[in-house]
């Protein structure tokens, strides 16, 4: 079945610098998504990549997708303390793609 | 404003009373469904709803029931809540597949 596994688990660096966070998943999918959750909060959409796209950017955001290694990994640039969060890839599993398949996260800590 | 709402924010209740959180959303989706989220486990769908009056099971529907009479409700039941219930729970609806709008979340503890 379907499952989304970010890497790594923890993420710790400096303001400025850039994050890339992981994710791979199993089954074939027709997109995958992205989504940020500070602490204890709802999680908020942040991108959504088409299975025949490689790329896809938004704002400091860039996401890049290999469905021949089924992976994907979103990148965030010239990082800011309020990107501190816990980042979820989302592939999509059910039969018709219906639902959302999340894993544990990525926690990304950003120190000023 | 768009929105996703669940009543209540916060819950501390014992094991066996019979409680409900409400989920409304205004945006107007035929998809909704709910998760949990629990330390080390991730989010896992509960129960999702593909339309009125439509409702399937998720990864865990053990202990929950779910019911959708009207497009913007879909509340979560547990009919005889139990400790390993204590959970955060969310609520989410958008396109199905898509993108989805994420409530801000119930807190449950179950003693």
């Known amino acids: 079945s379907q499952q989304g596994e970010e890497d790594p688990q923890a993420l710790s660096i400096q303001e400025g610098e850039n994050a890339t966070m992981n994710c791979s998943y199993k089954t074939s999918i027709n997109n995958l998504q992205w989504y940020r959750q500070n602490s204890g909060r709802g999680l908020v959409h942040l991108i959504l990549?088409?299975?025949?796209?490689r790329e896809k950017h938004s704002g400091r955001l860039r996401v890049t997708l290999d469905t021949s290694k089924k992976s994907s990994s979103l990148l965030i640039t010239a990082s800011r303390a309020a990107d501190t969060a816990s980042y979820f890839c989302?592939?999509?599993?059910?039969?018709?793609?219906?639902?959302?398949?999340f894993g544990t996260g990525t926690r990304l800590l950003v120190s000023p | 404003e768009a929105q996703v709402t669940q009543n209540p924010r916060y819950l501390i209740t014992v094991t066996g009373k019979k409680l409900t959180v409400t989920c409304s959303q205004n945006?107007?989706?035929?998809?909704m469904s709910w998760y949990r989220q629990d330390p080390g486990l991730g989010l896992r769908q509960i129960y999702y709803?593909?339309?009125?009056?439509?409702?399937d099971k998720g990864d865990v529907p053990e202990g929950y029931k779910v019911s959708r009479k009207e497009k913007r409700n879909f509340p979560l039941i547990l009919e005889s809540p139990s400790p390993n219930q204590t959970s955060l729970y969310f609520c989410a609806t958008g396109p199905a597949g898509g993108a989805q709008f994420f409530g801000p979340g119930t807190r449950l503890t179950v003693l």
């Open positions: 989302a592939p999509p599993g059910g039969t018709g793609f219906q639902k959302l398949v």
């Open positions: 945006m107007n989706h035929e998809y």
């Open positions: 990549i088409r299975s025949n796209e």
């Open positions: 709803s593909m339309n009125v009056e439509v409702t």
